[in-house]
């Protein structure tokens, strides 16, 4: 069975203060890898997709890496409006099914002036 | 550009009760799904199409019916509504890039059973 943890469940950082957010996954042959960013009340955001060991991608504050076992989401000198909960999805290399997301339960960030 | 719009977006029903809630995208997508969202769960997948006339049951289906007549739409349907299934519900769809996906979600429907 598909597994995805993230710690911590709930970060605060002033703003200026980097920091990471770890998502750890157990999978059957990794696909993908997906981060996701929520607002109260929103839908899931569409950040970034990584696909192998090793990657890295970048959008504004956010960096986004990957491993064999896990994937961060560095943040850098972050900002208020940077406050949201963060998710992390794996998609397994199986095939038919469509494209099945397996969900961590997110952190929940916050940054503060 | 609307993307996936779900109505409606609050609901509040008694134990009994149904209710159909509406899925619809305008990026002529395949694929669409149904999650639930709950406090310290994380999203979980209900149903799922993989394309006009065709479901399959995801990770917590029980309580659930879907149907998928047109391209565009996606309905989760709730019989005989129990509070348990008060939840955040999310609609999603993506289409196939060479077996990798994007998953875009729309805004939620706030559903609460009494």
């Known amino acids: 069975e598909d597994q995805v943890t993230q710690s911590p469940e709930a970060l605060r950082l002033q703003e200026g203060e980097s920091s990471s957010l770890n998502c750890s996954y157990t999978v059957s042959g990794l696909r993908g890898l997906f981060w996701y960013r929520q607002d109260p009340g929103k839908g899931p955001e569409f950040l970034f997709t990584?696909?192998?060991a090793g990657e890295e991608k970048e959008k504004e504050r956010l960096k986004a890496t990957l491993t064999k076992k896990e994937s961060f989401l560095h943040i850098t000198a972050p900002k208020p409006e940077d406050s949201a909960t963060y998710l992390c999805?794996?998609?397994?290399?199986?095939?038919?099914?469509?494209?099945?997301?397996?969900f961590g339960t997110g952190t929940q960030l916050k940054v503060e002036l | 550009n609307a993307g996936v719009t779900q109505t409606p977006k609050f609901r509040v029903l008694k134990t009994g009760q149904s209710m159909t809630l509406l899925c619809a995208q305008d990026m002529n997508h395949e694929y669409m799904y149904w999650y639930r969202q709950d406090p310290g769960m994380g999203l979980r997948l209900i149903h799922y199409s993989v394309g006009e006339g065709t479901t399959a049951k995801g990770e917590v289906p029980d309580g659930y019916n879907v149907s998928r007549l047109k391209k565009q739409n996606f309905l989760l349907g709730l019989e005989s509504a129990a509070p348990s299934q008060t939840s955040v519900y999310f609609c999603?769809?993506?289409?196939?890039?060479?077996?990798?996906?994007?998953?875009?979600f729309g805004a939620g429907t706030r559903l609460s059973v009494l």
């Open positions: 999603a769809s993506s289409y196939d890039l060479q077996g990798w996906h994007i998953q875009y």
């Open positions: 999805a794996v998609q397994a290399g199986v095939t038919g099914g469509g494209n099945k997301l397996t």
């Open positions: 990584l696909y192998s």
